[in-house]
T-cell receptor, first 109, second 113 residues
Framework: GQNIDQPTEMTATEGAIVQINCTYQ??????LFWYQQHAGEAPTFLSY??LDGLEEKGRFSSFLSRSKGYSYLLLKELQMKDSASYLC??????????WGAGTKLIIKP | SQTIHQWPATLVQPVGSPLSLECTVE??????LYWYRQAAGRGLQLLFY??????ISSEVPQNLSASRPQDRQFILSSKKLLLSDSGFYLC????????????FGEGSRLTVL
C-alpha cells in the first residue's frame, strides 16, 4: 500500500532550528512536496524535490533521499509565525498526491 | 495571474440536508481540478478530480458527488448529508509549470449536526 509517515507534533523555540522528517512508500515516485497550513486555512506550497539532495529557499530547506524513501523539511531562525502544520505529500506513478497527516509545529518564545 | 475561489467559507447543516460547494478558477484554461476533505488531525483525502468538462473521477465511495459544468467550475454536492461528512473541504487546481504543485482555494468548513 501507499503510506506517508511524519510526526504528529513538534515543539521548538523561537530563533532555533527544527527538522521535520517524512518517510514515504508509494507506487512509483514523481516527487515530494511540502506544504504549510496555518490553523483554519488552506495549505500553501513550500517546496518540491524530485532529485536527491537539498533544496534551499530562504529560511526553509528540503532534503530528499529516493533510495531511503525519506525527506525532511528544515526550518531555520524560527519565528512565531512559523507555528503551523507542515504537510508532506509524495506523488505516485499516476501523478496523484499521497498525503501525510501533517506535523503540528509549536513555536515557543 | 491564476486564482481559485471556493464558497461558502463556513456552513452548518442538519443531517439529511443537501450540500453544494462551488469552486471556480480564473486565469487558466482546462485546469485539472480536485476536491479534498480534511478531517481533524488527518491527512488530505482526495474525493474527486476532473481533467475536463463532464469528466469526473471518484476516489472514495460515499454519498458525495461532483460535477464540472464549465471548464473552470467544479461543484461538490450531496443529496443527504451524514454526520461523518463534517470536515474541511478544499478545492485545488494543478498548476506549477515545472512541479505541478496544487494551489488551493480558501476552504469550506462544514459542520453537520
Amino acid at each position: 500500500g501507499q503510506n506517508i509517515d511524519q510526526p504528529t507534533e513538534m515543539t521548538a523555540t523561537e530563533g532555533a532550528i527544527v527538522q521535520i522528517n517524512c518517510t514515504y512508500q508509494t507506487s512509483g515516485f514523481n516527487g515530494l512536496f511540502w506544504y504549510q497550513q496555518h490553523a483554519g486555512e488552506a495549505p500553501t506550497f513550500l517546496s518540491y524535490n524530485v532529485l536527491d539532495g537539498l533544496e534551499e529557499k530562504g529560511r526553509f530547506s528540503s532534503f530528499l533521499s529516493r533510495s531511503k524513501g525519506y525527506s525532511y523539511l528544515l526550518l531555520k531562525e524560527l519565528q512565531m509565525k512559523d507555528s503551523a502544520s507542515y504537510l508532506c505529500a509524495a506523488m505516485d506513478s499516476n501523478y496523484q498526491l499521497i498525503w501525510g497527516a501533517g506535523t503540528k509545529l509549536i513555536i515557543k518564545p | 495571474s491564476q486564482t481559485i475561489h471556493q464558497w461558502p467559507a463556513t456552513l452548518v447543516q442538519p443531517v439529511g440536508s443537501p450540500l453544494s460547494l462551488e469552486c471556480t478558477v480564473e486565469g487558466t484554461s482546462n485546469p485539472n481540478l480536485y476536491w479534498y476533505r480534511q478531517a481533524a488531525g488527518r491527512g488530505l483525502q482526495l474525493l474527486f478530480y476532473s481533467v475536463g468538462i463532464g469528466q469526473i473521477s471518484s476516489e472514495v465511495p460515499q454519498n458525495l458527488s461532483a460535477s464540472r459544468p464549465q471548464d473552470r467550475q467544479f461543484i461538490l454536492s450531496s443529496k443527504k448529508l451524514l454526520l461523518s461528512d463534517s470536515g474541511f473541504y478544499l478545492c485545488a487546481w494543478r498548476g506549477g509549470r515545472d512541479t505541478g504543485e496544487l494551489f488551493f482555494g480558501e476552504g469550506s468548513r462544514l459542520t453537520v449536526l
